[in-house]
């Protein structure tokens, strides 16, 4: 039994020393490899068969492999990525132009010269300080009194002030004191001719970096002020950004994001947070419990070995929560820049600087996040393609792609130009491209099983229309708009979903009742307001509009939106209600290729509403040709490229007076 207990304790005592090594050539910051010794010391006590020792040999584990100071130096060439992003991405102009812009800061940022302030009143002092200062390839600015240093400050921002002790009028006391309050980022250095224990003291109780005497030694001065810029830079890194790409489904966001970390020359993690109701897949267990491990965050900057990557938050429109937590709330530290400096880990139990990670977050509708999220981070919104912008995709990436994962390298099939038209407008209806890519692959699937079947070689084939509609059967999606008639009580709607945009019919018809109005289709509550806005509008206006005033009186109303098992909300359908009610009511018949969209009020007024750009693409995928918009969204159609505007007609409406005369037959 001794001989089992000393083998024990002689294995105890060579993985603690193990473990010291590591923790020496880690490179960890003081701190945190002051507080790796105190838990080797704790594990040095404890018996290795305790479940404490296993938990504190993992958690000292994970401290070492932590990249503290691990970072990937950022590839700051705005040619380079742009070169990458236009191979890798069609269109998408702000997106890249965003991008770059926010490339084009970090150049400046890192092109800066650290700015230093000399405040001395001799002379002499002032001119070495400034030649020792300017030979490290500093910019220097110079003050002879208290007074003069104030107004320098007050003009440009430094990032170190090496500032005399005893000076007439404003001593140095009383600039670190001021710099404290309102520059508390700005590293201070005390230089006196007076040195003495209390001075220094209360200079480093105030807040000082440093306190040198006079005379004062080159070398000591410079390695000082390099002390303070590294300081200064670990508590304020250039932060990193949040930015939140909002758009439909296949419009590109996570690939866009992949891009970026590309051309940054950084590491790229993707984290999806659909369906994530536990906070601790954010913050991490804590270390009593069994199996506790960190956070997603923690873990995979762990495993990509860098403190800077691209961090891409998928989905964060759809994450959820019970009783175990708000993630959504747990996520307000890491992506502020004002805490993420110093977010800690339940497992970590220590602060790590989240300041340089680069966040990335997609959603597909940027409302459906909660609003204290939102309120952190710039959204930049990803609208669908249109139809040209598809064609142009297929035939430069998708093709290519599918071509090649499945196996027809010797005889590629050639697509023509109209063959992809009608697998656009015929096969799908989305506002993204990942319906078209299955489309192409299916063709491609099947063109590689009649390679193999038939076992002979032929010569690539061409794929025209007729082969796509042999390939992928009969068409999938009709026309609805231009292909119907115009009706009485029918209108045309533009709205704006998960998927983009999107069009959907306002149906209305009366009968023999007692003033009900009844509503069908899923309606949310907006919607359902909407109806009753449009009714009371009619009601108060009904002579104007050539409507009987008791029309109300002996009949009741149906309003039904059909894709009944859609949920359906929002303010963008009260025009076509009131225009389908208005028909109704006339008899005459709505124009079914006028679409439309936009708030209603009781005073007849239009209301601007979003998802302008998207909307105007449905209406191009259903070759509507005129779309009425609310007056005050004329803006939003400096968005749009001319390939969106061409062979659709748009016009702004401030009431609905404007609106019916365009949109009912008279």
């Known amino acids: 039994m001794k001989f089992f207990k000393k083998s024990e304790e002689t294995e105890q005592t060579a993985k603690i020393e193990e473990l010291r090594r590591m923790i020496d050539a880690a490179g960890m910051p003081p701190d945190i490899k002051r507080i790796a010794g105190q838990e080797l010391e704790t594990l040095s006590r404890i018996s290795p068969s305790s479940a404490e020792y296993t938990i504190g040999i993992t958690y000292i584990d994970y401290l070492v492999s932590m990249p503290w100071n691990k970072k990937t130096e950022d590839i700051l060439d705005i040619s380079r990525a742009e070169k990458i992003m236009n191979q890798e991405h069609y269109g998408l102009h702000k997106i890249k132009e965003r991008i770059l812009e926010h490339l084009a800061v970090k150049v400046l940022r890192a092109a800066r010269k650290p700015q230093i302030l000399v405040v001395d009143d001799e002379e002499i002092a002032r001119k070495n300080l400034t030649h020792i200062l300017t030979k490290e390839n500093y910019a220097v600015a110079i003050a002879s009194d208290g007074e003069e240093a104030s107004k320098e400050l007050e003009a440009s921002e430094f990032d170190v002030v090496i500032t005399d002790l005893k000076m007439p009028g404003m001593d140095g006391m009383e600039i670190l004191e001021k710099i404290r309050t309102r520059h508390p980022d700005t590293k201070v250095i005390m230089i006196t001719g007076y040195a003495t224990v209390p001075s220094a003291v209360e200079a480093m109780q105030k807040g000082a970096f440093h306190y040198i005497s006079k005379p004062f030694k080159l070398d000591e001065v410079r390695s000082t002020v390099r002390n303070a810029l590294e300081k200064k830079l670990q508590t304020r890194s250039a932060r990193g950004s949040v930015l939140c790409f909002a758009g439909p489904p ?365 909307k105007i693409l449905a209406a191009k995928r259903a070759q509507v040709k005129t779309v009425i918009i609310p007056a005050k969204n004329r803006i939003d159609l400096e968005e749009l490229q001319d390939a969106a505007r061409e062979d659709i007609n748009i016009h702004p409406v401030d009431n609905i007076n404007e609106a019916i005369d365009l949109a009912v037959l008279k």
Do not use: W
């Open 250 to 614: 296949g419009t590109g966001k996570t690939s866009v994001g992949r891009a970026i970390a590309t051309a940054l020359g950084r590491k790229f993690v993707r984290i999806s947070l659909g369906g994530m109701k536990d906070e601790a897949e954010i913050r991490g267990h804590r270390r009593t419990y069994v199996g506790a491990k960190p956070g997603r965050i923690i873990e995979e900057i762990r495993r990509v070995e860098s403190a800077n990557p691209v961090i891409m938050l998928d989905e964060l429109d759809k994450i959820g929560q019970d009783f175990k937590g708000d993630p959504s709330s747990a996520l307000l530290e890491v992506l502020d820049p004002e805490q993420n400096h110093s977010f800690v880990d339940h497992y970590l139990d220590i602060p790590f600087d989240l300041s340089s990670v680069m966040f990335i977050v997609t959603a597909n509708v940027a409302h459906d996040i909660p609003s204290p999220l939102r309120d952190r981070m710039e959204v930049i919104e990803f609208s669908g393609y249109t139809q040209e912008e598809k064609a142009h995709i297929a035939m430069q990436f998708l093709i290519p792609k599918q071509v090649g994962e499945k196996g027809l390298y010797e005889h590629p099939p050639v697509f023509t130009d109209e063959a992809v038209y009608k697998i656009i407008r015929e096969y799908t209806h989305e506002a993204g491209i990942r319906n078209l890519e299955r489309k192409i692959a299916t063709i491609c699937r099947k063109i590689a099983r009649e390679l193999v079947q038939n076992k002979r070689k032929f010569e690539s084939i061409k794929i025209t229309p007729e082969m796509a509609e042999h390939y992928l059967g009969r068409r999938k999606y009709h026309f609805e708009v231009i292909e119907e008639e115009d009706r009485v009580g029918v209108t045309t709607s533009l709205v704006l979903t998960e998927a983009g945009g999107d069009i959907i019919f306002v149906e209305a018809v009366k009968m023999k009742g007692k003033k009900g109005l009844i509503l069908t289709g899923s309606l949310g509550d907006v919607m359902r307001e909407s109806a009753q806005a449009a009714l009371s509008y009619i009601r108060s206006n009904a002579g104007s509009l050539g409507i009987p005033e008791d029309f109300f009186e002996h009949h009741d109303i149906h309003i039904h939106i059909p894709s009944g098992a859609i949920q359906k909300d929002g303010p963008s359908a009260g025009l076509a209600i009131v225009t389908a009610l208005i028909s109704l009511l006339t008899g005459q018949p709505a124009i079914r290729s006028v679409a439309m969209t936009g708030e209603i009020t009781l005073t007849g007024r239009i209301l601007p509403v979003g998802g302008i750009k998207e």
